[in-house]
């Protein structure tokens, strides 16, 4: 009924057991470890991007607050809103100031009451009052 097994077939049969098990055992150890490795690639270069990112954001704040301090302590802006000479000055102001921070999009000028009065935008080809009449062609 049964056959009788040999003993060098059940060595045999015991060796492929284990060496399948060892080998079933190093794959799993090597998918996990590309796995982390993959991940821990993803996490720098996300650690990267994040740090890029900070930087710019941190040189458009630092941009910004250079340019209101600047522009604070200038009269041309409320000139612009009453005299036409101030007017094409402040246009090439506004335009030089585009040049010299190629991140800047637009410029506006609020006042305390939070009334939007002037508006240079980069994409647009002239400046803008709060309520959309025309200033100035920019150069």
């Keep these: 009924m049964f056959k009788k097994v040999s003993k060098s077939d059940l060595v045999i049969a015991v060796f492929c057991a284990i060496f399948i ?9 090597l998918w ?23 930087n710019q954001i941190n040189n458009v704040v630092l941009d910004a607050r250079s340019i209101a301090i600047q522009e604070s ?9 009453v005299e036409e000479k101030a007017k094409s000055y402040l246009t090439s102001h506004w335009s ?10 637009q410029i506006r000028y609020i006042t305390l009451d939070g009334q939007e009065q002037l508006r240079a935008e980069k994409s647009s080809d002239a400046l803008f009052l709060a309520r959309h009449a025309r200033l100035a062609k920019q150069s």
């Design 96 to 105: 030089a100031l585009f040049n010299v921070y190629p991140n800047l999009q």
């Design 21 to 29: 098990c060892i080998l079933a055992v190093l794959a799993n150890i």
């Design 73 to 81: 302590q200038s009269t041309l802006i409320t000139d612009a809103l």
């Design 32 to 54: 996990i470890e590309t796995k982390r490795f993959s991940n821990d690639a993803i996490d720098q270069q996300f650690d990267v991007l994040r740090k890029d990112f900070q």
